[in-house]
């Protein structure tokens, strides 16, 4: 595990352009932080959906766990506020909403621990 790079920074708060020219330029789109945090958990984090498009149209694996096991799609779960564009592009990409992290908690427990009816419906063909 490495710190951040330029492409972590771009997946908070950067477009789409910024990331490709990155990820051209030879930047892994999967590369962990010293906490196991890939570029896609900060998009997901941060609501950069056109770069989270970007990270797994360019290799990013989808599942990768931090150090606490929390995936991106349990961290878009938690921040999400009912903004379901994340949880839809993760979960069109394949993202396991049954993988526990450390805690033993799901991405789908967690939608339906924090009763937001916004965050669990994405989740209802799971029920």
């Known amino acids: 595990m490495t710190s951040r790079t330029a492409l972590h920074q771009v997946a908070r708060s950067g477009t789409a352009a910024e990331a490709t020219a ?3 330029s030879g930047e ?3 590369s962990p932080d010293h906490n196991g ?3 896609l958990h900060l998009a997901a984090q941060f ?3 056109a770069v989270a498009e ?3 149209r360019s290799g990013a694996p989808v599942d990768p766990q931090n150090t606490h ?3 991106p ?3 878009a779960v938690f921040t999400s506020q009912g903004h379901g564009d994340m949880i839809n592009l993760l979960r069109a990409h394949g993202a396991n909403p049954t993988l526990p992290n450390a805690a ?3 991405p789908l427990g967690l939608a339906r621990l924090i009763a937001n009816h916004n965050v669990h419906q994405f989740f209802t063909d799971l029920d």
């Open 22 to 24: 990155l990820i051209a």
């Open 28 to 30: 892994d789109p999967g």
């Open 37 to 39: 945090f890939t570029p």
């Open 47 to 49: 609501g950069n959906l």
């Open 54 to 56: 970007i990270l797994l």
């Open 69 to 71: 096991s929390n995936t």
């Open 73 to 75: 799609l349990f961290t």
């Open 104 to 106: 033993g908690q799901t």
